[in-house]
């Protein structure tokens, strides 16, 4: 059994920007400067079928072997699936689990990329939407956190669709100056009483009739909060959200301007770059950027 030195895990890691940011922490880790020998990439996701033939693609991918990238061509990553339903909090910690089972000395990164975008706007897209790109993203972050050992990463893949600009100035004020999880989740549940009290309350309140959105700017602001915490506790883990960009993939029905692998290189910089100790900054194309406007 291969003895590895770094351990990576990936939310929805199946498809799309997470199979993208699986193929590249392959290719990136060994001119990295975490590489102190093997890594493993957890490939997580719901189904165990497509995630399995995720990893067979990529064990094909001719970028890796021509990289000599996993270890079947002598290269330093393996990949192995992991089941995992981020709208589950029973699977949640079953996953963390296993990987303290496994792996009792701590992991080293973890890039949260499971989320979801549903059509129309209603009681049950609202709720579905904040229970997994919100909620479920959140208990993933607060479960995995414990299991990063010193200098270790996590990454919230979050979106520019979550900036706060299109709110009423009282709301984006609040969104600015969250100090607790509390209080962004207080943020979210107004957020879902408005919408059950429909559009004029959403509007009467300062919000936008868009789940989706404040799912993501709910993200960015618990995110930069947990930041926040884990270094005023002394831990020394980088946290930080980011956004993709536009990225052609099945959620944005193949519209944008990025390819997968574009899309990756932010949440793959903020895993395995210098990014000079920065932590609870949201960023996009390889950059710190607002979360306002």
């Given at each position: ?237 980088l946290v930080n959200s980011c956004c993709p960009g536009w990225v052609r993939t099945d959620m944005t029905k193949g519209q944008g301007h990025k390819t997968t692998d574009e899309g990756a290189q932010t949440p793959v910089l903020l895993a395995l770059g210098d990014i000079h100790g920065k932590f609870g900054l949201f960023w996009q194309d390889e950059q710190p950027i607002s979360e306002v406007k």
């Amino acid at each position: 059994m291969t003895n590895y030195s770094r351990i990576a895990a990936v939310t929805g890691g199946n498809k799309g920007v997470g199979l993208a940011i699986v193929r590249q922490l392959a290719l990136q880790y060994p001119s990295s400067q975490f590489n102190n020998g093997p890594l493993l990439i957890y490939l997580a996701a719901r189904d165990k079928s497509r995630g399995e033939a995720a990893i067979r693609t990529l064990l094909a991918d001719p970028t890796l072997k021509k990289a000599k990238a996993l270890s079947q061509d002598s290269g330093l990553a393996d990949i192995k699936y992991a089941e995992l339903d981020i709208a589950s909090n029973d699977s949640i910690d079953n996953f963390a689990a296993a990987l303290r089972k496994d792996h009792p000395d701590g992991i080293d990164f973890v890039i949260n990329n499971a989320g979801i975008a549903m059509n129309g706007f209603d009681d049950n897209v609202v709720k579905q939407t904040l229970d997994i790109n919100y909620y479920g993203t959140l208990h993933a972050t607060q479960t995995f956190l414990p299991l990063l050992r010193r200098n270790g990463r996590l990454v919230n893949l979050s979106s520019m669709a979550g900036k706060t600009g299109k709110y009423s100035p009282a709301l984006q004020d609040r969104f600015k100056h969250v100090k607790s999880v509390d209080e962004v989740n207080s943020l979210m549940t107004e957020f879902k009483s408005c919408a059950a009290n429909g559009i004029e309350s959403l509007q009467q309140h300062g919000w936008t009739a868009a789940a989706y959105s404040a799912s993501k700017a709910g993200l960015t602001a618990v995110t930069r909060v947990i930041a926040q915490q884990e270094v005023q506790a002394g831990r020394n883990v980088l946290v930080n959200s980011c956004c993709p960009g536009w990225v052609r993939t099945d959620m944005t029905k193949g519209q944008g301007h990025k390819t997968t692998d574009e899309g990756a290189q932010t949440p793959v910089l903020l895993a395995l770059g210098d990014i000079h100790g920065k932590f609870g900054l949201f960023w996009q194309d390889e950059q710190p950027i607002s979360e306002v406007k």
